[in-house]
């Protein structure tokens, strides 16, 4: 960890001499900005892709039925997504860093009170909730920074990003298998705690260009009107031909709406006919996307299949991940795919494979489709690619938030509606099929993309022609 501090401070003075040359130098930290959310991403959903190792030990260990243990994992990965809204406010009025620092703290004290839960609902409460808030409250501060560093090449440097939530996902759940072995599942949680405290470092060096030349640690810096202003030529640098004063726009709505203004901004959103078809294919999708990577270790186990190996099993779904977003992101900026319809392919693809894995009992038949199926999973970077380019930059953040919190919502209901089905059936063959249908269902949604986008400048269109006509009225008068 020091020779990492030690590195990331050489960049930085690096930069800081880069400083006085010109605002493309300043441009190029935006590498550096990225690199530090990728290792955001390792840790907040890197540590809640080990929910599954953790469930496995609390069957064993609490006297709770699965449907009541996999409402800890819904809740967590829930709250995560259903605060979106929130995320933005705190941001707004914070800066991502700070914001940031103080999603790592939540984090930290959720895994740690977690460690000494005697029963089912302090999990619920601090594995679900607290920890749940300080992950979600991180991502979306790192989200926010890539957004507004990248325009072009979003599609690449989203992929980029997430490669540290699926790598990070792949590491810890075999770190957490070993660790679960050696100290139990109590140890295991106070040592994740110790590794999330890590997120405090990341956001400290997740600067803005201006505030390079001093290297100032404070955390009040970050919502400074010079960091404002540094964001503003920020933009304009960074894409001069795509509506280079939307990130100025969402900059001046982020720092200067009062709180029933950022309501309203909210509501007027959901009125934009693109960003309900989006709502509804992540709800959708979200119902679906996380019970395979909840419930493959204990379909494994159940299939005869060693623990140890089970955990490997899932492990390849988040090592495939990594792959599969860098690869579909890198194919998708290249041969210039429409990410919307890059992700209902992938979405309907994963969710047929989905269906069919019932069929599949064998070690190395599970093992491939855990590998397909991480593959197919890029629905993180192409949804919020999407947001960006179809509702603009200076919306991204309030759309933003509206898809997390429809995350969270399918979040809450989809692991645990898996879990009651197995429940009620004894196979998971029902909570695999319902899985695949949703994903299914989301790809299919993304077909009617255009008939949105067409309804929604008609709307425009019309609003604009009814404005004109009450100032025409009102000059008259």
């Not at 300043?26 to 955001?40: D, E, G, Q």
């Not at 069957?59 to 605060?83: M, Q, R, V």
């Not at 960003?275 to 996380?290: H, K, S, T």
Request: hydrophobic share 45%.
């Amino acid at each position: 960890m020091y020779l990492f501090v030690v590195f990331m401070r050489y960049i930085l003075q690096v930069y800081s001499v880069m400083q006085n040359v010109n605002d493309y130098e300043i441009y190029k930290y935006r590498w550096v900005v990225l690199m530090l959310a990728c290792l955001t991403c390792c840790v907040t959903w890197g540590l809640a892709y080990t929910i599954p190792v953790h469930y496995v030990s609390w069957i064993s260990y609490f006297d709770a039925g699965k449907g009541e243990l996999a409402l800890i994992g819904g809740i967590n990965s829930g709250t995560a997504g259903l605060l979106g809204p929130l995320y933005h406010i705190i941001q707004s009025r914070l800066g991502y860093r700070q914001a940031g620092a103080l999603g790592g703290v939540f984090m930290m004290l959720g895994f740690i009170v977690s460690s000494f839960a005697m029963n089912v609902t302090t999990l619920c409460v601090f594995y679900g909730f607290v920890m749940g808030f300080g992950y979600g409250l991180g991502y979306f501060c790192v989200s926010v920074a890539v957004n507004l560093y990248f325009t072009r090449q979003r599609a690449l440097a989203e992929g980029i990003a997430n490669i540290g939530s699926s790598g990070g996902g792949f590491l810890f759940t075999i770190l957490a298998q070993y660790l679960t072995n050696t100290y139990g599942w109590r140890g295991t949680l106070l040592i994740m705690g110790a590794i999330s405290s890590h997120m405090l470092l990341f956001f400290k060096l997740m600067y803005l260009p201006r505030q390079l030349p001093e290297l100032s640690l404070d955390w009040a810096s970050s919502s400074s009107p010079e960091s404002r202003v540094s964001v503003r030529k920020l933009s304009d640098c960074a894409d001069t031909t795509n509506q280079s004063g939307n990130s100025m726009l969402l900059e001046q709505k982020v720092t200067s709406a009062t709180n029933g203004g950022r309501i309203q901004e909210y509501m007027n959103t959901l009125k934009n006919p693109v960003l309900v078809l989006m709502l509804c294919a992540e709800f959708i999708c979200w119902l679906g996307i996380y019970i395979p990577i909840m419930f493959l270790p204990e379909r494994a186990r159940m299939a005869g299949i060693d623990i140890n190996t089970a955990a490997w099993i899932v492990s390849s779904i988040v090592l495939s991940m990594t792959v599969g977003r860098l690869v579909i992101s890198a194919l998708s900026t290249l041969c210039h795919l429409d990410p919307f319809y890059t992700y209902g392919v992938a979405n309907a693809l994963a969710g047929t494979l989905t269906a069919l894995s019932p069929l599949i009992q064998t070690e190395l038949g599970l093992l491939c489709y855990a590998i397909s199926f991480g593959f197919l999973n890029v629905s993180v970077p192409f949804i919020r690619t999407s947001a960006a380019l179809l509702l603009g930059q200076q919306y991204f953040a309030l759309a933003y938030g509206w898809i997390l919190a429809m995350n969270g919502v399918a979040l809450f209901i989809g692991p645990a509606f898996a879990g009651w089905l197995f429940d009620l059936t004894e196979s998971y063959t029902s909570t695999f099929s319902f899985s695949g249908a949703c994903l299914i269902t989301s790809g299919v949604l993304t077909l009617f993309k255009n008939k949105a986008v067409s309804l929604s400048h008609s709307m425009r269109v019309e609003s604009r022609a009814v404005t004109n006509e009450e100032i025409t009225s009102e000059r008259t008068s």
